[in-house]
């Protein structure tokens, strides 16, 4: 007895066997008629499989299976086709494989725009307009324009000044101190504002799930360029060719998405949050404010139906974005060559990443923010040492900020090592910050060339104390014998324990300098008095 699927596959079988033995006398026939020796009309044998065939396509249509015997099965010669059999069954299973593919692409994708793979948009947290440049937003303003997670701490605060910290202690100092002192609580008068930025809605939202979307959209179209290659497609070439066109579409909408969303995060705190760079760049911030609107407005319509298929879809959302892309790119080329006169400017900078730039800019007028890049700019520099506000005026302002415990007068240089050394004179770290940086480094070299000065001047004797001991080196070599008096190893050791006081009060570039040089002094003078035939 022949189950109900057996008897299905069997008649599909005998429907696909049925075509090929037409195609057999069909191609018979053609034959027959092209040499002329075959009869004009079918056998009676051919005429009869034929004809059976026909009846069993007939109880198979009419969904009586149960009526399916084995016998018509036999009845059309089935076996004598194996092969034609074979072909059909594998052209069968191939089409099923295409038409189970479509169905997954129905699934994941969705259809009519609806359904499907969605876009992930979290919403981000805007900037907020800049102030007009030279102006400090109270500090209750400030926490309510950043979000929680990015308040100011004590770790991003300057820190006081330690009061185990030497200072330069002169007449000139202290003068400047109080003059300073009085200056900074009086209210500064700000420059031309900068262009103020568009009044934007806060509402933008970011695509989190963009590097999902773009594997399974990547994996897709290979099975539907595997399944357009193939010789199978005949019946669904309609349908892969649509889903091609749409996915084509969307992988090129996502991809100019990500790279208008990732020149937005690069460029929005830049023209957003720095008035100084909205200043300088005038018609740039403008074009960055329109094509910020713009693209605040296509992220929050893509919140309202976040199908892939039906944002991507979106009539002329593509032109959009490469629009809103070509701005940006613009505003990166124009920001660009900002970058590059500041370098000029001030050479160091070429130490610093153009992101590490952006932030000294953006944060110049503050020199404890940039605290964390003298690394990059001055070797072995860790942070400056700041002036801090006298105690009357500091008690006086009963809304001071953590910024108000120092002033913006470098006093003094640490090194990694926690190592400072005071500087000659004060710097006020104001204005522009490529040019109170040169100042700055012309502090240092000032600062260093005195110490030097002032080492090799009155602490000579310290590192000759040697010659005073008829020659003896001051650290003793294991051949050597020391006299029974020991007279030559104390005095040695005293030499040695004065160097070492010496070395300690020195910054240690100085002290290496000063002993290479005084070091080079005596070995000049050695060879002097050998070559006088003086030869103690």
């Known amino acids: 007895m022949v189950t109900a699927a057996s008897s299905a596959a069997v008649g599909g079988s005998t429907l696909a066997a049925g075509a090929g033995a037409n195609n057999a006398n069909a191609a018979g026939e053609q034959g027959g008629a092209a040499s002329n020796t075959a009869a004009a009309t079918p056998s009676a044998a051919a005429v009869s499989s034929h004809s059976k065939l026909g009846d069993i396509s007939q109880r198979l249509s009419s969904n009586s299976l149960s009526n399916f015997r084995l016998d018509d099965l036999l009845a059309i010669n089935l076996h ?316 006086s302002s009963s809304s001071s900020s953590s910024y108000n415990t120092t002033t913006n007068v470098a006093i003094g240089m640490y090194s990694k090592e926690g190592e400072y050394v005071p500087f000659v004179r004060p710097l006020v770290c104001e204005g522009e910050v490529e040019v109170w940086l040169s100042r700055l480094l012309d502090v240092m070299r000032e600062t260093i060339k005195m110490a030097l000065y002032n080492s090799i001047k009155d602490n000579t004797s310290a590192l000759s104390s040697s010659s005073s001991t008829g020659g003896a080196p001051l650290v003793k070599s294991s051949s050597q014998q020391t006299p029974r008096d020991g007279s030559v190893s104390s005095r040695a050791n005293a030499a040695a324990a004065e160097l070492f006081k010496w070395v300690e009060k020195l910054p240690a570039q100085v002290a290496i300098l000063n002993s290479l040089i005084l070091w080079t002094q005596d070995v000049g003078r050695t060879f002097d008095h050998m070559a006088e035939g003086n030869t103690n």
Not at 89 to 112: F, N, P, V, Y
Not at 267 to 286: A, T
Not at 324 to 335: F, N, V, Y
């Open 80 to 395: 004598k086709h194996v092969e034609d059999v074979a072909d059909i069954i594998d052209q069968a299973q191939k089409e099923l494989h295409i038409e189970k593919t479509l169905e997954k692409l129905q699934r994941t994708w969705g259809m009519g725009n609806v359904g499907g793979l969605q876009l992930h948009l979290v919403q981000h947290a805007a900037t907020t307009p800049p102030a007009a440049a030279g102006q400090q937003p109270p500090q209750s303003q400030i926490a309510q324009q950043l979000p929680p997670a990015t308040l100011p701490t004590s770790a991003s605060s300057p820190a006081p000044a330690s009061s185990a910290s030497p200072l330069v202690k002169s007449h000139s100092l202290t003068k400047t101190q109080s003059t300073l002192t009085l200056t900074t609580s009086a209210p500064v008068p700000a420059p031309a504002p900068a262009p103020e930025a568009t009044p934007l809605n806060p509402t933008m939202y970011v695509l989190a799930n963009g590097p999902d979307i773009l594997e399974a959209l990547e994996e897709d179209e290979v099975a539907l360029h595997a399944m357009q290659t193939s010789k199978f497609v005949g019946s669904f070439v309609d349908e892969v060719q649509n889903w091609s066109r749409k996915l084509a579409h969307v992988g090129s909408v996502l991809g100019v998405w990500s790279d208008v969303q990732r020149a937005f995060l690069n460029l929005e705190g830049i023209f957003l949050g720095s008035p100084d760079i909205r200043l300088q760049l005038p018609e740039d911030s403008s074009r960055f404010d329109h094509a910020d609107a713009t693209w605040r407005h296509v992220t929050r319509d893509a919140v309202k139906n976040p199908s892939v298929l039906a944002v991507c879809g979106t009539e002329g959302l593509l032109h959009k974005l490469e629009v809103l892309l070509e701005q940006m790119e613009m505003c990166e080329r124009s920001l660009a060559r900002y970058l590059e006169v500041k370098r000029r400017s001030f050479p160091r900078f070429y130490f610093v990443s153009s992101s590490d730039l952006l932030d000294i800019l953006s944060k110049g007028k503050d020199p404890h923010l940039i605290s964390k890049h003298f690394a990059k700019m001055f070797d072995n520099i860790d942070r400056l040492e700041f002036q801090p506000v006298s105690t009357s005026s500091s008690s």
